[in-house]
Nanobody
Framework: QVQLVESGGGSVQAGGSLRLSCSTSLIARTTYCMSWFRQAPGKEREGVAALGVGGRTSYEASVKGRFTVSKDNAKNTLVLEMKDLKPDDTAMYYC?????????????????????WGQGTQVTVSS
């Protein structure tokens, strides 16, 4: 049974940093695309960072230069380092995985293209 378990969310002030983790055995499967999505109240879920085959990455425009996605193979963990956080970053953050779709492959970066999901971790940024 595939499981993705996020952790690391919390409340910070604007300008602060957080490190999200997603624990999953899918990290060991090098053909999988791993992605972080977020969903703010009243908004659609959007992709913010993705890590594909060969270590290729994609970032949503508003987080480029502030968020970094990586994986720790030894710990079977996908990591999202977030710095210079802004109130607009406030959302539920989800880890997702798929074995055939990935934004850097030209696929639409939508939740429908990812088969496996975690339960989410809340990030709240106050001004």
């Amino acid at each position: 049974q595939v499981q993705l378990v996020e952790s690391g969310g919390g409340s910070v002030q604007a300008g602060g940093s957080l490190r999200l983790s997603c624990s999953t055995s899918l990290i060991a499967r090098t053909t999988y695309c791993m992605s972080w999505f977020r969903q703010a109240p009243g908004k659609e879920r959007e992709g913010v960072a993705a890590l594909g085959v060969g270590g290729r990455t994609s970032y949503e425009a508003s987080v480029k230069g502030r968020f970094t996605v990586s994986k720790d193979n030894a710990k079977n963990t996908l990591v999202l380092e977030m710095k210079d956080l802004k109130p607009d970053d406030t959302a539920m953050y989800y880890c997702a995985a798929d074995d055939s779709h990935c934004p850097m492959y030209g696929d639409t970066w939508t939740e429908g293209n990812f088969a496996y999901w975690g339960q989410g971790t809340q990030v709240t940024v106050s001004s």
